[in-house]
């Protein structure tokens, strides 16, 4: 019996031999680069780290603070007739890192619901949301994605040319028209988040709003 025993043992070992060395494993391989393998905390923290999106999310989210409490009114400038930034009727919430899901709202006014302020206090951000812009007697509709800053479903103010030709050039200058309030909008906020007033004035401000509604 016991020259059985050695004779299978030896006969799996020619066999793993016979098809070669094991494949590494991730595990082994982390091991073998010096690297200390990450645990789903950490991994997530470093997601976050590299997360080159974060600025746009929290412009969207100071957006609906501005919509709320100032009626996303903006002043624009000499080249720029003032303008507003009302948001429409759905919104994405991006969960904190690690979590697979996101969070969507729909209705009416999300902005105005609880339901959009407990989340937002709860470390939620806004990655997309339907937004209207308004600007002398014309009224824009689109969505606006955090990730890449990007425009969706744009829905421009009805054309008033006949011609295709003239209507092509029409849509042109109202993208840039839409284009240019926004980033009137985008620098409005970048001028708060760069001063201390940011710290100071604004984020106990949207606090002090969140509880509000929480």
Not at 106 to 130: C, W
Not at 143 to 155: I, P, T, W, Y
Not at 179 to 191: G, H, I, V
Request: net charge negative; hydrophobic share 40%.
């Amino acid at each position: 019996m016991a020259h059985s025993r050695k004779t299978k043992t030896a006969g799996r070992t020619a066999s793993r031999s016979a098809r070669g060395p094991r494949e590494p494993s991730l595990k082994d391989e982390i091991a073998q680069s010096g690297e200390t393998e990450l645990s789903d905390a950490e991994r997530a923290e470093r997601e976050q780290r590299e997360d080159h999106a974060f600025l746009a999310r929290e412009f969207l989210t100071w957006l609906v603070f501005h919509a709320e409490i100032d009626g996303g009114n903006f002043t624009g400038n000499k080249d720029l007739s003032p303008f507003t930034i009302v948001f429409g009727g759905k919104v994405t919430l991006r969960t904190p890192a690690g979590l697979v899901t996101d969070m969507v709202l729909k209705g009416p006014s999300p902005v105005g619901s609880p339901d959009l302020r407990y989340a937002l206090a709860g470390g939620l951000a806004v990655k997309e949301a339907d937004l209207r812009l308004e600007q002398d007697d014309r009224v824009f509709n689109f969505a606006l994605a955090a990730e890449h800053f990007d425009l969706k479903r744009v829905k421009l103010p009805e054309l008033l040319t006949e011609g295709e030709e003239e209507r092509a050039d029409e849509r042109l200058a109202l993208l840039s028209q839409l284009d240019a309030a926004l980033k009137a909008a985008f620098a409005t906020f970048l001028e708060l988040r760069c001063k201390p007033v940011w710290g100071k004035q604004v984020v106990p401000a949207i606090r002090a709003w969140l509880d509000e509604g929480t």
